[in-house]
């Protein structure tokens, strides 16, 4: 099994709403990565989490809150963003825990609209 | 400050032709991977290059790199329309004691018209 999945395919929520976005992989991937990506835009990195641990963030607004429940799931706890947080939001992990030293293998995404 | 930056930000071709994309970087890096990206879709990876290889192949793709131009190309030989989508190069560097970075450039968007 060499694919991450993501939940859900698309969210659509209000400034007030609390909503999460789920990730999984099965490959025993010792790192997973949150990426955010604007339209045209390259994927920007906002967490990274290495044997279940966060080991980098992107200074990202606290609005956004990640968790590593064990080492195959990955979420990402969204609480009043903006509507200027719109993007699609990319999970991704590596057999490595070094960020970028070998392959990183990406879900389909998360398509994320805030009204 | 941005690492990779790929040329042509667009990229028009004829089914069956070749088709190359290049990125540039500012610093010296570890690795420098490709990867192609369909619209709205989450990223494929294609190839990793380490800075003490030159070339490499994977089916279609040619990937080079040349550390003193601090540039890498990617070719796309014999272009399916299926190849249509947006490729990133990304750099990697490790300065030690912890200290990383994996920098995605702008992206190259590759149209392939049957």
């Known amino acids: 099994d060499t694919e991450v999945t993501q939940t859900p395919k698309h969210l659509v929520m209000g400034m007030t709403n609390k909503k999460s976005l789920k990730c999984e992989q099965h490959m025993g991937h010792r790192a997973m990565y949150w990426y955010k990506q604007k339209a045209k835009k390259p994927p920007e990195l906002m967490f990274v989490y290495s044997y279940e641990k966060l080991s980098i963030n992107e200074s990202v607004p606290s609005r956004f809150s990640p968790e590593c429940p064990n080492s195959s799931l990955l979420n990402l706890h969204l609480h009043a963003l903006q509507p200027e947080d719109s993007a699609l939001y990319l999970c991704a992990s590596s057999q490595g825990s070094l960020l970028g030293a070998d392959t990183q293998y990406f879900g389909p995404g998360t398509r994320l609209t805030v009204l | 400050s941005q690492q990779g930056e790929e040329d042509p930000q667009a990229l028009s071709i004829q089914e069956g032709e070749n088709a190359t994309m290049n990125c540039s970087y500012k610093?010296?890096?570890?690795?420098l991977q490709w990867y192609r990206q369909n619209s709205g879709r989450g990223l494929v990876h294609l190839i990793l290059?380490?800075?003490?290889?030159r070339e490499k192949h994977s089916g279609r793709l040619r990937v080079t790199l040349d550390t003193s131009k601090k540039s890498s190309s990617l070719l796309i030989t014999a272009s399916r329309a299926a190849d249509t989508a947006s490729y990133f190069c990304?750099?990697?560097?490790?300065?030690?004691?912890?200290?990383?970075?994996?920098?995605f450039g702008k992206g190259t968007k590759l149209s392939v018209i049957p």
């Open positions: 290059i380490r800075s003490n290889e």
């Open positions: 610093t010296s890096i570890n690795n």
């Open positions: 990304a750099t990697f560097a490790y300065s030690g004691a912890g200290s990383y970075q994996l920098t």
